[in-house]
């Protein structure tokens, strides 16, 4: 069975620190990757996505991710945060086997940025 | 344009009762996707309608079922209610399909068993 799994829950660090929320998946079929952001009281919303091409993908709000094909990885970085990046972010990956298709999210990520 | 709208917001139920939620998506959207929420299991994938059809189906029991109608409107209907379909049901639209697209999600539907 395809996973993600979200190697740390909670991610505490202090404004303009560089941040990483790691990602890992399972698969042995070709995959599309994403990165969700869940702001407080308000709806997931789009950081970026990997469907082809560049393995560096940028996304909105200064973040970036990186797909590692060898180590089925897809870390979520950011240079420098601020304290409105506090928010639980998820990562998921969208699988087409021959069981059809599926879109798995991990259990997410909680960013706490404190000053 | 006007986002993913879902009604109601909240809602209680009681066990065995049925309980249907209601999502509109983003005018042009044809997907729908239905997710539930929990601190436990994070986010699962119930099932993604396009276009009337559904094309994909997560892994929950048959309680849970959708349908989609022609203006892509979608209703998801549970059955049988069980204290743990407590949960933040989430509906998502998108252009092109949850599996590759971006979707746009709603604000969420709190239910919750008793």
């Known amino acids: 069975a395809q996973s993600v799994t979200q190697l740390d829950s909670q991610v505490p660090v202090f404004e303009e620190a560089p941040v990483e929320l790691r990602c890992n998946y399972s698969?042995?079929?070709?995959?599309?990757l994403f990165w969700y952001v869940q702001y407080p009281n308000q709806g997931l919303q789009l950081l970026l996505k990997?469907?082809?091409?560049?393995?560096l993908v940028k996304g909105i709000n200064g973040f970036e991710a990186e797909f590692n094909k060898s180590q089925t990885s897809f870390h979520l970085r950011k240079p420098s945060v601020h304290i409105s990046d506090t928010a639980e972010y998820f990562c998921?990956?969208?699988?087409?086997?021959?069981?059809?298709?599926?879109?798995?999210f991990g259990k997410g990520t909680t960013l706490s940025v404190s000053s | 344009k006007a986002g993913v709208t879902q009604t109601p917001r909240y809602l209680i139920k009681t066990r065995g009762q049925q309980v249907t939620l209601s999502c509109s998506p983003i005018s042009g959207h044809r997907s729908v996707s239905w997710y539930q929420q929990t601190p436990g299991q994070g986010l699962q994938f119930l099932f993604e309608?396009?276009?009337?059809?559904?094309?994909n189906k997560g892994n929950f029991p048959g309680r849970f079922s959708g349908r989609q109608f022609s203006n892509s409107r979608s209703e998801m209907n549970v059955s049988t209610l069980e204290l743990g379909d407590s949960a933040l049901y989430l509906c998502a639209s998108s252009l092109a399909g949850a599996t590759s697209d971006t979707q746009y999600f709603g604000p969420g539907t709190r239910l919750t068993v008793l």
């Open positions: 990997y469907l082809s091409g560049s393995t």
């Open positions: 698969s042995s079929v070709s995959v599309y």
């Open positions: 309608y396009f276009s009337e059809t559904q094309r």
């Open positions: 998921a990956v969208s699988v087409q086997d021959q069981a059809g298709t599926a879109l798995i």
